[in-house]
Nanobody, 122 residues
Framework: QVQLVESGGGLVQPGGSLRLSCAAS????????MGWYRQAPGKQRELVAR???????DYADSVKGRFTITRDSAKNTVYLQMNSLKPEDTAVYYC????????????????WGQGTQVTVSS
């Protein structure tokens, strides 16, 4: 079993900052991709940012220059630093990992976190 524990969401005023964390644990041999997605009410889930094992990153155009994704491979943890937050960033943020299982050698899986609410409002 693989578990993802997210933290760091909350209520912040426009222009403020938050940092999300997601720690993965369990039967993990290696993690290929760690990322953050978000889903606002009435909208589809969308990619916010992801980081590949080699260190390459992808960002949604709407967050470029404001959000930064980093990874601590030793701790199997991914962070999302969110600055200059806007009301349109309000959503439930989900952590996602693509990993190779230590129980099923050579097989790749993905896992979602439970989500953490981010609300940007004055």
């Amino acid at each position: 079993q693989v578990q993802l524990v997210e933290s760091g969401g909350g209520l912040v005023q426009p222009g403020g900052s938050l940092r999300l964390s997601c720690a993965a644990s369990g039967s993990i041999q290696s993690i290929n991709v760690m990322g953050w997605y978000r889903q606002a009410p009435g909208k589809q889930r969308e990619l916010v940012a992801r980081i590949i094992s080699g260190g390459n990153t992808d960002y949604a155009d709407s967050v470029k220059g404001r959000f930064t994704i980093t990874r601590d491979s030793a701790k199997n943890t991914v962070y999302l630093q969110m600055n200059s937050l806007k009301p349109e960033d309000t959503a439930v943020y989900y952590c996602n990992i693509v990993y190779y299982s230590s129980n099923y050698i050579g097989r790749r899986f993905d896992r979602w976190g439970q989500g953490t609410q981010v609300t940007v409002s004055s």
